[in-house]
């Protein structure tokens, strides 16, 4: 069980480590435990070079990068989401169906975005 991220008695930079642990501990989780994570990952670790080297400019870079990156935030909030909804009951309720399909409507849309920036930006450069 992780502790709580406002200890008693932490502050500054002893709040900011503390903060950092308990970060690098939901991205193991992630790894360990949500294929989804894992998969866009993957994805993301070829094609964030390929943004890098493809994108003119460090808006396009900034823009194809970041496209990627909004996956992984909302993927990781969408696990959280799910991890919560499934800890409450395992029974099916129409709320927590409805939390779940919301929260993959939220990475449908991220992919969505990556999708778009990725062709208006290499479009623009080979059409």
Not at 6 to 30: D, E, F, W
Not at 75 to 89: P, Y
Not at 100 to 107: C, E, Q
């Amino acid at each position: 069980m992780s502790a709580p991220i406002n200890k008693p008695g932490t502050r500054g930079l002893t709040h900011v480590i503390h903060a950092l642990g308990y970060s690098l501990k939901g991205l193991r989780a992630a790894l360990r435990y949500e294929e989804a994570f894992r998969l866009e990952l993957i994805a993301g670790m070829v094609l964030m070079p390929l943004a890098l080297l493809l994108g003119d400019t460090g808006v396009e870079r900034a823009l194809l990068f970041g496209s990627l990156t909004l996956v992984l935030v909302v993927e990781l909030i969408n696990s959280a989401i799910e991890a919560v909804v499934d800890r409450i009951s395992v029974e099916y309720h129409t709320l927590a169906g409805r939390a779940k399909d919301i929260g993959s409507a939220a990475v449908f849309m991220a992919m969505t975005n990556v999708i778009i920036t990725w062709l208006l930006i290499l479009g623009a450069h080979w059409f």
